[in-house]
C-alpha cells in the first residue's frame, strides 16, 4: 500500500517531530534523513523506515540488507507518493529515504572513561605508557554550554568522533541535538559519539574534577593551548557563539586556554575553536 495523502496521520507525524524537540523528547525518537546517512544507522535503533516509490526501486536491496528480507511485513517500512515524500522532507534535495530512530539516552558515567578513571584515582601518571595505560585511553571530553547553531553543534559532534573525543557533555540550554539539521551535521557521528545532556552543568563539571580530569575553558584570557599537556584525561569548557563561556561555567575551568591569534582577528568560530583544541590534545596523544 501506498501512502499519498498528507494528512496521513504517520506523516503529519513526521512533520512535527522535524520542528519539534518536545515531540522528539515525548516520543523518543529523531528523524534520520538520505540515504548516505540511512547506512549509518544502526539497524537495532530504527523504530520505522519511509520511502518515495522512486526511493523504494532505488534502494531496495539496501533495505533489504537493513532490515531483512521480510522487511515489507513488519509494519514499519511505509512507501510514499513521490509528491506526498516531498513534503514531508527537510532537505531540498530528498534523496526519497527517511527513519525515525530511537534516541539514545546517556548519563555521567557513560562519559567518563573507567580505565582513565580508575588510573587517575589510584593516583597513577596515566599519560605514561609503561602503566599500561596509553594516551589515547585517557578522558577526552567536551562541554559545550550554550551553544545555538544547528550546524555548529552537528560539526562539533563529527569532529570530536574524528579527533578521538571519549564524550561530549552538552547544556540542556543548547541546541537539541536531535534536531534534524544537527544530525545531518554530524554525518553519522550522532549514533557513534556518546552525549549526556546536562541539567546541571556546574554540578557535572565539579564531578568530573573529583574523579581527576582537568578542565580546561577555552577564554580570551587564557594561556597559549600550545604551551599545554593535554595527554592526561582532561575536559574543555567550549561556549555560546556570541558570548563564550558564562563567568559561572568560566570560574569552573582550573586552567584557561585560548587559540593564538594573528592580524585583528580575536575569536574563531564555536566548531572551529573546538577543532583546532581536539586536533591539538589528538597530536600530543599521538
Avoid at 518536545?22 to 549509518?40: D, L, T
Avoid at 558515567?109 to 595505560?133: C, M, P, Q, T, Y
Avoid at 539539521?181 to 550522532?190: D, E, F, L, N, Q
Amino acid at each position: 500500500m501506498i501512502i499519498t495523502s498528507a494528512s496521513n496521520e504517520k506523516l503529519k507525524n513526521i512533520k512535527k517531530l522535524s520542528k519539534s524537540s518536545k515531540e522528539r523528547n515525548e516520543q523518543s525518537v529523531f528523524i534520520v534523513e538520505g540515504i548516505r546517512m540511512f547506512r549509518e544507522i544502526p539497524p537495532e535503533e530504527i523504530e520505522s523506515v519511509y520511502v518515495s516509490e522512486t526511493g523504494k526501486k532505488k534502494y531496495e536491496d539496501e533495505l533489504i540488507a537493513a532490515l531483512g528480507k521480510e522487511y515489507q511485513s513488519r509494519n514499519y517500512c511505509y512507501v510514499v507518493s513521490d509528491k506526498v515524500f516531498d513534503s514531508i522532507s527537510d532537505t531540498g534535495t530528498p534523496q526519497g529515504i527517511l527513519a525515525l530512530v530511537r534516541q539514545k539516552v546517556n548519563d555521567l558515567s557513560n562519559i567518563i572513561n573507567e580505565k582513565s578513571d580508575k588510573a587517575e584515582r589510584s593516583g597513577v601518571d596515566s599519560s605514561l605508557a609503561d602503566n599500561g595505560l596509553n594516551a589515547l585511553d585517557n578522558d577526552f571530553i567536551l562541554i559545550i554550554e550554550k551553544l545555538q547553531d544547528p550546524g555548529n553543534m552537528g560539526t562539533i559532534i563529527r569532529t570530536g568522533e574524528g579527533a578521538g573525543v571519549t564524550g561530549i557533555i552538552i547544556s540542556s540550554d543548547s541546541v537539541d541535538i536531535y534536531n534534524p539539521k544537527v544530525v545531518r551535521s554530524t554525518m553519522g557521528s550522532i549514533f557513534r559519539m556518546p552525549v549526556y545532556i546536562s541539567d546541571d552543568l556546574i554540578k557535572d563539571i565539579e564531578c568530573l574534577k573529583k574523579k581527576g580530569i582537568t578542565v580546561y575553558g577555552a577564554h580570551l584570557k587564557g594561556e597559549n593551548i600550545y604551551d599545554k599537556d593535554f595527554r592526561t584525561a582532561c575536559a574543555f569548557l567550549i561556549g555560546n557563539e556570541g558570548n563564550g563561556l558564562s563567568e559561572e561555567v568560566s570560574r569552573t575551568a582550573e586552567e584557561l586556554i585560548k587559540i593564538p591569534m594573528k592580524g585583528k582577528v580575536e575569536s574563531l568560530n564555536a566548531a572551529t575553536s573546538t577543532a583546532v583544541i581536539a586536533y591539538e590534545v589528538l597530536r600530543q596523544r599521538m
